[in-house]
């Protein structure tokens, strides 16, 4: 930051620290050591003081210590050498009788973050975490993983994290959180700190001493942990139980997240847990801080899609003020078009209505949708909202609504004819490209219906020059050859020019691609064209993929509680109901594995190591006597790499796979054992995140290409 | 955890950084300015914000965007509720978290933010421990402080980092002691234009200032505890005998903090303390529209309405207005159309009026939009709700405390809306 006198103003700084006379007074060298550490807050560089600093550092005075560390920790990495000064004084002090000194001094040493500092810092880090003050210990063990970040191509000092996992039992609570974080950072590549039973235990009954923030964390820890059977699990349950409530949001979702995971085989203790956490988050949903209720919100939204009806008494709540931000009203939208029933549709709706005239356009746009998404269950209610809407003319509700209809004529084919109707009688003429490609499809598909539609599509045609969206081009193509199949005798004349223009004068391939396309098929004759355009307009049944079908819990568990929940915002939902998605048959032909990412031998060992094994069971084919190699390359064809094999002959007989599908990595072991028969293989795989249906169709896969290969080698 | 800490002011400049682990350039704030820009007002940037290699997490308050540089996967609630932690210290600490105040007390905010955070994990964040580790300014302590020479650094650890009890330190003694407690509801309403509710709700919260030496167990009783729908405690109340019997029974925490807050959404039993007659109308081809507005107090038990704030957002056809009202005094912004009429207190013999003529753009169509007019009073020594507290008894100690009880109402931070549909074509 250009700063003006800087020079002056960092020359007067270093004549007063050198000023004896000042530094026999405490208050006026403290008071300079403040001016400094002013500047390097407004982002001044100060770092030429450094080596005055250093000097004042040697100081008796508290504050002037704290303002001495933050500067060194500031300018360190910039200074190292000088830096190394400093460490003396810094040592001196992580043996003083005061534990504050003590903690402070360790802390700051381990922020120094500069080359080199580790040999300096570590016997006092493991000093500190012998302290007899629980305030050094703390620091102390996070300082274990500081060090760790300072040289992370260092081997880990397997007597550090034995002495870490040892002061789990410390009697500060704040120091067993802080050992579970540090253990976690410093045991990232061998995936993080282990929670063993005798540990699960430990936490679990100690969960009540610890502070918000730890709670939240150690319950995030304890996701690891897998039961050993039933009883231990209701045992942990109910030790979890009472924390379902707790007044601070973090605590009361990791606990629920813990809850589902636990209790991923007994919907009915997670329907019970849903239920009994519904209280605390409906208070989130209110709470002062918008954050907190946006965050709610998100959490509630994804809660929906699985206990609809337990929230649905609730929907009041969900109702928007004018004075809540954006993202909150668009999240409740959301919230109340999956609320909606027979008894509180009329009020939802009318409180929609209220929001389609907001003064936001985009917040106007997406309540016209969210009716949209209502009206299909309860169509008629809401086409007289929306045909109302269009007559307040405005070109951003028109254009919302618009695109609506088309979703609705697309999924109830009873609202055809009034929308046909509606559209027949729209006067104003709309802007954006979004509703201008609805208009133009409704035009097409059902201008048998709307008489003007051939005069209002003759007028996109003549400005077709000042259009500058390809898709509303596309669009336009499309929907004039259909009402040419439905009202020759108007459109063949503007089809004519239409289809000139775009093959003669149009820039964009795909607009030009298209017209030849339907030129040629005009050629053709109108009968193959008919068969090819004329497909249906509508289908009911699509209603039902975009509509309401609940979820089961452990379709959304793993994330709830994380980022992506707040991440996700309803574009999933909109495109949901305004693309239906086609309908899938059955999960093998949906699957698609990949190579890619790429996994290294290592990381591989590391996965196999830490993941718990998802499917054991024998595969039931022949298996193929061939080289190993040869199964390598095929099975490479089928996008399954195998990474490691034992040599031909030798048996038991192991090869490791793995691939990636549907965004989870399966990583397999092939057993092909003797004692059982030579023919039998064993499966191992373990799955990372779970995902059956992709597992069954990886098995699919692989026994397909087992069987081919041994097709071909017989 | 949470990496580094930008504290953005709503003009779009970084004022305080802090980083715990290693320095993240601020460069990485330009995705919030990005945000920032797009928002059309200041709270509508997203609380989320992902990056190329980072999360930003923001939370705005005292128009100061808190934004936390995230680098891994974390629970969104522990942080957005830790941002909230931080702003509240820093509230208590100063009296106001201005940026003039958060420069001023430039060094202070570093110790906090070095104390509340460790390599990026929450450490200390207990008021009370924290006010043990570093003495919070004073104007008197700044003076002593200047004469003496001595500072605003604990010397020594906090006690009550040990008791068995972690949220109370041991060897608590006061001369006078005392327990006071405050339950205050805010109560949000919308209603339609024929006056029926759309939907009310109350939220109401138990503050408590409790000094009292030694360990004291209380209790707390409730008349009718069935009111309260949603209830969440501070983490020393036993939640058990809560189930069980309906009572309070916490050891305190010394000082301040929030005993509970809840939640009254049945309909019946939310009633709306005052109520609003308008009658504003505009005429097809004339540019004059008429304004009138009167209050009156409903359901107060006698109990008079304070500091009332009536605003109202007018479409945006009006180009000035001319209004006489019989108490208080009202601004109209031209630019904004925002109204608002200051009233003061309600006296149900005299009801506050506010009645004139609105001037319109010359040929301008009639105004289609739907002005809402919002409400803001307070109402002391009354709980809405009609929450009452029965007892407050305390074991475990020989001394008699001196004990009290106060209540108030307010319109919550979602104001009392009402909607005028009267105005739709």
Redesign the interface.
């Given at each position: 930051m250009p700063y003006l006198g800087s020079e002056e103003t960092l020359k007067e700084l270093k004549r007063a620290l050198s000023n004896p006379s000042i530094q026999a007074d405490?208050?006026r060298y403290r008071n300079v050591v403040?001016r400094v550490?002013?500047l390097m807050?407004q982002g001044l560089d100060v770092s030429p003081l450094f080596m005055e600093m250093v000097k004042a550092s040697a100081s008796v005075?508290?504050?002037q210590k704290?303002?001495l560390y933050?500067y060194m920790c500031t300018y360190a990495?910039l200074k190292p050498d000088l830096a190394l000064l400093a460490i003396n004084t810094l040592r001196k002090d992580c043996a003083d009788s005061?534990?504050?000194v003590r903690g402070l001094a360790l802390?700051n040493m381990c922020n120094l973050?500069m080359p080199g500092i580790t040999e300096y810092i570590q016997q006092p880090v493991l000093a500190g975490l012998r302290d007899k003050?629980?305030?050094v210990r703390?620091?102390a063990v996070?300082g274990c993983?500081?060090m760790q970040?300072l040289q992370p191509e260092a081997e880990i000092d397997g007597a550090v994290v034995n002495e870490l996992y040892g002061l789990l039992r410390d009697?500060?609570?704040?120091v067993m959180?802080?050992c579970l974080?540090?253990l976690e950072?410093m045991l990232k590549a061998e995936g993080g700190v282990v929670i063993n039973k005798p540990i699960a235990h430990h936490l679990l009954n100690r969960l009540k001493?610890?502070?918000?923030?730890?709670q939240?964390?150690t319950l995030?820890f304890l996701l690891r942990y897998e039961p050993r059977d039933e009883a231990e699990l209701f045992d942990i349950l109910n030790l979890l139980d009472?924390h379902l409530?707790?007044?601070?949001?973090?605590v009361a979702?990791?606990t629920l997240r813990l809850f589902l995971r636990l209790a991923a085989a007994h919907p009915a203790v997670q329907a019970d847990a849903l239920s009994r956490a519904q209280?605390?988050l409906?208070?989130?949903c209110?709470s002062?801080?918008?954050?907190?209720r946006?965050?709610?919100l998100c959490h509630v939204r994804r809660l929906l899609r699985s206990v609809a009806t337990q929230y649905a008494a609730?929907y009041?709540?969900f109702?928007c003020?004018?004075?809540?931000?954006?993202?909150i009203r668009l999240c409740k939208m959301d919230i109340l078009v999956e609320l909606v029933n027979d008894e509180n549709v009329a009020?939802v709706l009318e409180?929609l209505r209220?929001y389609c005239?907001d003064v936001?356009p985009e917040l106007a746009q997406a309540a016209i949708f969210a009716i949209g998404r209502i009206g299909q269950m309860y169509s008629e209610r809401c086409l007289g909202i929306l045909v109302s809407l269009l007559?307040?003319r405005q070109e951003h509700i028109t254009s919302a609504v618009l695109q609506t209809f088309r979703d609705l004529v697309w999924l109830c084919p009873q609202c055809t004819t009034a929308v046909c109707r509606a559209v027949a009688s729209l006067e104003d003429s709309i802007q954006d490209s979004e509703g201008k490609q609805a208009l133009i499809w409704l035009l097409g598909a059902h201008g048998d219906k709307i008489s003007s539609a051939p005069y209002v599509l003759e007028d996109y045609i003549d400005s077709l020059k000042a259009e500058l969206s390809s898709l509303v081009k596309l669009e336009l193509l499309t929907a004039t050859v259909r009402l040419f199949l439905s009202r020759p005798a108007e459109t063949q004349d503007m089809m004519g020019r239409l289809l000139h223009y775009c093959i003669e004068e149009e820039g964009d391939m795909c607009v030009r691609d298209r017209a030849l396309l339907y030129y040629s098929l005009l050629l053709c004759g109108v009968e193959d064209i008919r068969r090819i355009l004329g497909g249906p307009t509508t289908d009911a049944s699509l209603g039902v993929i975009a509509g309401h079908s609940e979820e089961p819990v452990d379709s959304w568990a793993p994330h709830f509680?994380?980022?992506?929940?707040?991440?996700a915002?309803g574009c999933v939902h909109m495109l949901a109901g305004r693309l239906p998605a086609p309908p899938s048959d059955g999960p093998h032909s949906s699957l698609s594995l990949s190579l890619e990412p790429a996994l290294s031998p290592e990381s591989f060992e590391r996965h196999w190591l830490e993941l718990d094994v998802s499917h054991v069971g024998p595969v039931t084919c022949p298996w193929p006597h061939c080289l190993p190699e040869a199964l390598q390359a095929a099975l490479q064809l089928v996008q399954i790499q195998v990474l490691a094999f034992s040599r031909p002959q030798s048996l038991p007989w192991k090869a490791y796979l793995y691939s990636h599908g549907d965004g989870t990595l399966i990583l397999a072991e092939v057993l092909r054992d003797s004692t059982q028969g030579a023919d039998h293989l064993q499966l191992t795989m373990k799955q990372v995140p779970r995902d059956k249906h992709v597992l069954q169709g990886f098995v699919a896969v692989l026994k397909s290409a087992l069987q081919a290969l041994s097709r071909d080698t017989s | 955890?949470i990496h580094s800490l930008f504290l953005v002011n709503s003009s779009g400049d970084i004022f305080?950084e802090k980083h715990w682990?290693?320095?993240v350039s601020r460069s990485v704030c330009d995705y919030f300015f990005e945000a920032q820009e797009r928002?059309?007002?200041p709270?509508?940037v997203?609380?989320?914000i992902?990056t190329p290699h980072h999360?930003l997490?923001?939370?705005?308050r005292h128009r100061i965007y808190f934004v936390a540089v995230?680098q891994s996967?974390?629970?969104?609630?522990?942080v957005?509720?830790?941002?909230?932690r931080v702003v509240d210290t820093f509230q208590d600490y100063f009296g106001v978290c201005t940026e003039a105040a958060i420069k001023d007390n430039?060094?202070v905010v570093?110790?906090l933010l070095?104390e509340m955070l460790?390599?990026g994990?929450?450490?200390a964040?207990?008021s009370n421990i924290l006010k043990e580790?570093i003495k919070p300014p004073t104007i008197l302590r700044t003076v002593v402080n200047?004469i003496t020479?001595s500072?605003?650094?604990?010397?020594?650890?906090p006690t009550g980092?040990?008791s068995v009890v972690?949220w109370r330190r041991t060897g608590v003694k006061y001369t006078n002691n005392e327990a006071y407690f405050d339950v205050v509801e805010e109560i949000?309403a919308?209603i339609d234009k024929s006056g029926s509710t759309?939907?009310a709700?109350i939220?109401g919260v138990i503050d408590a200032c409790v000094k009292l030496s030694g360990m004291p167990d209380l209790t707390l009783s409730f008349m009718n505890p069935r009111l309260l729908?949603?209830?969440?405690?501070?983490?020393c109340v036993r939640?058990?005998r809560w189930e069980a019997e309906r009572i309070l029974s916490f050891i305190p925490p010394d000082g301040n903090f929030r005993l509970?807050?809840y939640?009254v959404?049945s309909q019946n039993l939310v009633a709306i303390p005052v109520y609003v007659k308008h009658n504003i109308t505009f005429r097809e081809g004339s540019s004059q529209g008429r304004f009138e507005l009167t209050l009156g107090p409903k359901q107060t038990m006698g109990k008079a309405v304070e500091s009332v704030l009536v605003s109202s957002?007018l479409p945006r056809g009006v180009l000035n207005v001319n209004l006489n009202p019989s108490q208080g005094t009202y601004t109209f912004d031209p630019v904004t159309k925002l109204l608002s009429w200051d009233v003061g207190k309600i006296n149900p013999q005299k009801l506050p009026s506010l009645k004139g003529s609105m001037s319109l753009q010359a040929g301008a169509s009639k105004p289609?939009?739907?002005p809402?007019i919002?409400i803001q009073f307070k109402i002391q020594q009354m709980a809405i709700s009609g929450l009452k507290v029965n007892r407050l008894d305390m074991y475990g100690e020989k001394y008699k405390p001196f004990k009290g009880i106060k209540y108030m109402t307010k319109a919550g931070?979602?104001?009392e809306?009402r909607?005028d549909e009267a105005a739709l074509?």
């Amino acid at each position: 930051m250009p700063y003006l006198g800087s020079e002056e103003t960092l020359k007067e700084l270093k004549r007063a620290l050198s000023n004896p006379s000042i530094q026999a007074d405490r208050l006026r060298y403290r008071n300079v050591v403040l001016r400094v550490i002013r500047l390097m807050t407004q982002g001044l560089d100060v770092s030429p003081l450094f080596m005055e600093m250093v000097k004042a550092s040697a100081s008796v005075d508290m504050v002037q210590k704290k303002l001495l560390y933050l500067y060194m920790c500031t300018y360190a990495p910039l200074k190292p050498d000088l830096a190394l000064l400093a460490i003396n004084t810094l040592r001196k002090d992580c043996a003083d009788s005061n534990p504050m000194v003590r903690g402070l001094a360790l802390r700051n040493m381990c922020n120094l973050r500069m080359p080199g500092i580790t040999e300096y810092i570590q016997q006092p880090v493991l000093a500190g975490l012998r302290d007899k003050a629980s305030y050094v210990r703390r620091v102390a063990v996070l300082g274990c993983a500081k060090m760790q970040n300072l040289q992370p191509e260092a081997e880990i000092d397997g007597a550090v994290v034995n002495e870490l996992y040892g002061l789990l039992r410390d009697p500060d609570p704040v120091v067993m959180v802080n050992c579970l974080r540090a253990l976690e950072e410093m045991l990232k590549a061998e995936g993080g700190v282990v929670i063993n039973k005798p540990i699960a235990h430990h936490l679990l009954n100690r969960l009540k001493e610890l502070d918000s923030w730890g709670q939240s964390d150690t319950l995030t820890f304890l996701l690891r942990y897998e039961p050993r059977d039933e009883a231990e699990l209701f045992d942990i349950l109910n030790l979890l139980d009472g924390h379902l409530q707790s007044s601070h949001g973090a605590v009361a979702t990791a606990t629920l997240r813990l809850f589902l995971r636990l209790a991923a085989a007994h919907p009915a203790v997670q329907a019970d847990a849903l239920s009994r956490a519904q209280g605390p988050l409906l208070a989130m949903c209110a709470s002062a801080s918008r954050e907190l209720r946006f965050a709610a919100l998100c959490h509630v939204r994804r809660l929906l899609r699985s206990v609809a009806t337990q929230y649905a008494a609730h929907y009041k709540r969900f109702f928007c003020s004018y004075s809540e931000p954006g993202y909150i009203r668009l999240c409740k939208m959301d919230i109340l078009v999956e609320l909606v029933n027979d008894e509180n549709v009329a009020l939802v709706l009318e409180e929609l209505r209220a929001y389609c005239t907001d003064v936001l356009p985009e917040l106007a746009q997406a309540a016209i949708f969210a009716i949209g998404r209502i009206g299909q269950m309860y169509s008629e209610r809401c086409l007289g909202i929306l045909v109302s809407l269009l007559g307040l003319r405005q070109e951003h509700i028109t254009s919302a609504v618009l695109q609506t209809f088309r979703d609705l004529v697309w999924l109830c084919p009873q609202c055809t004819t009034a929308v046909c109707r509606a559209v027949a009688s729209l006067e104003d003429s709309i802007q954006d490209s979004e509703g201008k490609q609805a208009l133009i499809w409704l035009l097409g598909a059902h201008g048998d219906k709307i008489s003007s539609a051939p005069y209002v599509l003759e007028d996109y045609i003549d400005s077709l020059k000042a259009e500058l969206s390809s898709l509303v081009k596309l669009e336009l193509l499309t929907a004039t050859v259909r009402l040419f199949l439905s009202r020759p005798a108007e459109t063949q004349d503007m089809m004519g020019r239409l289809l000139h223009y775009c093959i003669e004068e149009e820039g964009d391939m795909c607009v030009r691609d298209r017209a030849l396309l339907y030129y040629s098929l005009l050629l053709c004759g109108v009968e193959d064209i008919r068969r090819i355009l004329g497909g249906p307009t509508t289908d009911a049944s699509l209603g039902v993929i975009a509509g309401h079908s609940e979820e089961p819990v452990d379709s959304w568990a793993p994330h709830f509680n994380t980022l992506e929940l707040l991440l996700a915002r309803g574009c999933v939902h909109m495109l949901a109901g305004r693309l239906p998605a086609p309908p899938s048959d059955g999960p093998h032909s949906s699957l698609s594995l990949s190579l890619e990412p790429a996994l290294s031998p290592e990381s591989f060992e590391r996965h196999w190591l830490e993941l718990d094994v998802s499917h054991v069971g024998p595969v039931t084919c022949p298996w193929p006597h061939c080289l190993p190699e040869a199964l390598q390359a095929a099975l490479q064809l089928v996008q399954i790499q195998v990474l490691a094999f034992s040599r031909p002959q030798s048996l038991p007989w192991k090869a490791y796979l793995y691939s990636h599908g549907d965004g989870t990595l399966i990583l397999a072991e092939v057993l092909r054992d003797s004692t059982q028969g030579a023919d039998h293989l064993q499966l191992t795989m373990k799955q990372v995140p779970r995902d059956k249906h992709v597992l069954q169709g990886f098995v699919a896969v692989l026994k397909s290409a087992l069987q081919a290969l041994s097709r071909d080698t017989s | 955890m949470i990496h580094s800490l930008f504290l953005v002011n709503s003009s779009g400049d970084i004022f305080l950084e802090k980083h715990w682990k290693s320095v993240v350039s601020r460069s990485v704030c330009d995705y919030f300015f990005e945000a920032q820009e797009r928002a059309s007002e200041p709270e509508n940037v997203p609380p989320v914000i992902p990056t190329p290699h980072h999360y930003l997490i923001s939370v705005l308050r005292h128009r100061i965007y808190f934004v936390a540089v995230i680098q891994s996967e974390v629970p969104p609630l522990f942080v957005i509720e830790f941002l909230h932690r931080v702003v509240d210290t820093f509230q208590d600490y100063f009296g106001v978290c201005t940026e003039a105040a958060i420069k001023d007390n430039v060094v202070v905010v570093y110790e906090l933010l070095e104390e509340m955070l460790d390599n990026g994990f929450p450490l200390a964040t207990e008021s009370n421990i924290l006010k043990e580790l570093i003495k919070p300014p004073t104007i008197l302590r700044t003076v002593v402080n200047t004469i003496t020479g001595s500072t605003n650094v604990g010397e020594q650890l906090p006690t009550g980092q040990l008791s068995v009890v972690p949220w109370r330190r041991t060897g608590v003694k006061y001369t006078n002691n005392e327990a006071y407690f405050d339950v205050v509801e805010e109560i949000d309403a919308i209603i339609d234009k024929s006056g029926s509710t759309i939907t009310a709700e109350i939220q109401g919260v138990i503050d408590a200032c409790v000094k009292l030496s030694g360990m004291p167990d209380l209790t707390l009783s409730f008349m009718n505890p069935r009111l309260l729908d949603d209830v969440s405690f501070h983490p020393c109340v036993r939640f058990k005998r809560w189930e069980a019997e309906r009572i309070l029974s916490f050891i305190p925490p010394d000082g301040n903090f929030r005993l509970l807050s809840y939640h009254v959404s049945s309909q019946n039993l939310v009633a709306i303390p005052v109520y609003v007659k308008h009658n504003i109308t505009f005429r097809e081809g004339s540019s004059q529209g008429r304004f009138e507005l009167t209050l009156g107090p409903k359901q107060t038990m006698g109990k008079a309405v304070e500091s009332v704030l009536v605003s109202s957002q007018l479409p945006r056809g009006v180009l000035n207005v001319n209004l006489n009202p019989s108490q208080g005094t009202y601004t109209f912004d031209p630019v904004t159309k925002l109204l608002s009429w200051d009233v003061g207190k309600i006296n149900p013999q005299k009801l506050p009026s506010l009645k004139g003529s609105m001037s319109l753009q010359a040929g301008a169509s009639k105004p289609d939009e739907n002005p809402t007019i919002n409400i803001q009073f307070k109402i002391q020594q009354m709980a809405i709700s009609g929450l009452k507290v029965n007892r407050l008894d305390m074991y475990g100690e020989k001394y008699k405390p001196f004990k009290g009880i106060k209540y108030m109402t307010k319109a919550g931070k979602v104001p009392e809306g009402r909607r005028d549909e009267a105005a739709l074509p």
